[in-house]
Nanobody, 116 residues
């Protein structure tokens, strides 16, 4: 089991920046990737950014050039700049690991609200 806890959500003015953190604990092995997803009211959960154990990154088109995902050991971070109202959502940390069997874990989510 991997337990994920997110930090750093809150109220941010449009154009501002935010750094989300996710701390993983528990039985961590053969990490495949770590990622941030978000879910806005009335919408499906969507991928924001992903980083593999090898450091390869993927970003949603909507945040490309405004977001940076990084990892430091069992922590993963999401730096978001030039925030827009459409970035308002609950942000979730996602962790996938395993070999023959793959295990996926989610954090409880942290609210990000962008106001203008």
């Amino acid at each position: 089991q991997v337990h994920l806890v997110e930090y750093g959500g809150g109220l941010v003015r449009a154009g501002g920046s935010l750094r989300l953190s996710c701390a993983a604990s528990g039985v961590i092995f053969n990490t495949i990737h770590m990622a941030w997803y978000r879910q806005a009211p009335g919408k499906q959960r969507e991928l924001v950014a992903q980083i593999t154990s090898g450091g390869d990154t993927v970003y949603a088109d909507s945040v490309k050039s405004r977001a940076t995902i990084t990892r430091n050991g069992a922590n993963v971070f999401l730096q978001m700049n030039n925030l827009k109202s459409e970035d308002t959502a609950v942000y979730y940390c996602n962790w996938k690991q395993g070999t023959t069997s793959v295990y996926e874990y989610w954090g409880q989510g942290t609210q990000v609200t962008v106001f203008s």
